[in-house]
């Protein structure tokens, strides 16, 4: 599939080319200027693209709860910024994307660091071209550093022009 590009599309094509430590650094410190607070709980992109999008996030004092684990809001946040830049990848430029529902179930206790893998399918991403305004259930999975999922998330993102008629 020919993807349509947009300016985050662009933003990470100029990273694109840069050895992988480098180009994660870069797009994390790019990206958390779309989203500063996604610089301050320390967000770091380790894969972007079209239909999947990687985002990891350290267990650090900064985003800890009182039981020295990723503080539930951060897995959230990081469920959320997946989901969220992988449409963000591919909405045009002239529609404004939304978070429309997220929903969060805790299912076990979180173990060390954290990783949310955000997928869209072509005909999704199709949708958001030819359809004026709609709506997308995008499919993450968060795991830690057992490989096991402690959360179950559903992020439904909505697109709309940016300009009212």
Same mark, same amino acid.
């Given at each position: 599939m020919a993807y349509k590009k947009n300016?985050?599309? *662009?933003? +990470?094509?100029?990273?694109?080319?840069?050895?992988? &430590?480098l180009r994660s650094f870069v797009l994390s410190r790019l990206f &958390?200027?779309?989203?500063?607070?996604? &610089?301050t709980a320390g967000l770091r992109f380790e894969e972007? &693209?079209?239909?999947?999008? $990687?985002?990891?996030?350290?267990? !650090? *004092?900064? $985003? !800890?709860?009182h039981i020295k684990g990723v503080h539930a809001a951060a897995m959230a946040l990081l469920a959320e910024t997946a989901t969220?830049?992988?449409?963000?990848?591919? $909405?045009?430029d002239d529609k404004l994307m939304l978070l429309k529902s997220m929903k969060v179930?805790?299912?076990? *206790?979180? !173990?060390?660091?954290? *990783?949310? $893998? +955000?997928?869209?399918?072509?005909? !999704?991403?199709?949708?958001?071209?030819?359809?004026?305004k709609g709506n997308v259930t995008v499919p993450v999975v968060v795991t830690d550093d057992s490989g096991e999922a402690p959360i179950q998330c559903e992020m439904i993102w909505a697109w709309v022009p940016k300009k009212r008629n």
């Open positions: 300016s985050m599309s *662009r933003m +990470a094509d100029k990273a694109a080319n840069l050895p992988s &430590g &958390g200027r779309i989203v500063p607070f996604l &610089g972007v &693209g079209h239909e999947r999008l $990687v985002v990891s996030i350290r267990n !650090q *004092r900064k $985003v !800890q709860n969220g830049f992988v449409v963000g990848m591919n $909405v045009p179930d805790y299912l076990k *206790r979180a !173990q060390g660091n954290m *990783r949310a $893998v +955000a997928t869209l399918l072509p005909e !999704q991403i199709e949708a958001m071209h030819t359809t004026e």
